[in-house]
């Protein structure tokens, strides 16, 4: 049985950081990713990065100030996000994929087998 357990949301304000964690369980995963639903929106994409060599791709509106990062060995992917917005208020969701995909398809929600069951980060001004 597959399990997602995220952790590491909060509230903080802006300027802040916060690092989020999600350890998987039941297999391991190639593409690993996040995403996030700002309220009243559509969950929309954050980052990915692939099993094998660990390449990593970001939206634009989070470049240069969230890291993704995995440790295979533990089969977590982490989102180190640093220079909060208010406009990254938002539940993150963590999302594995057991085969690997193309840089453009793992950026959409169904390159994804596996999602977590969502953490509040809430960013104040």
């Known amino acids: 049985q597959v399990q997602l357990v995220e952790s590491g949301g909060g509230l903080v304000q802006a300027g802040g950081s916060l690092r989020l964690s999600c350890a998987a369980s039941?297999?391991?995963?190639?593409?690993m990713g996040w995403f996030r639903q700002p309220p009243g929106k559509e969950r929309e994409f954050v980052a990915t990065?692939?099993?094998?060599?660990?390449?990593?791709y970001y939206a634009d509106s989070v470049k240069g100030r969230f890291t993704i990062s995995r440790d295979n060995a533990k089969n977590t992917v982490y989102l180190q996000m640093n220079s909060l917005k208010p406009e990254d208020t938002a539940v993150y969701y963590c999302?594995?994929?057991?085969?690997?995909?193309?840089?453009?398809?793992?950026?959409?929600?169904?390159?994804?087998?596996?999602w977590g069951q969502g953490t509040q980060v809430t960013v104040s001004s």
């Open positions: 999302a594995v994929a057991a085969t690997s995909s193309s840089s453009w398809y793992a950026r959409n929600k169904d390159a994804y087998d596996y």
């Open positions: 990065i692939s099993g094998n060599y660990g390449t990593t």
């Open positions: 039941g297999r391991t995963f190639s593409t």
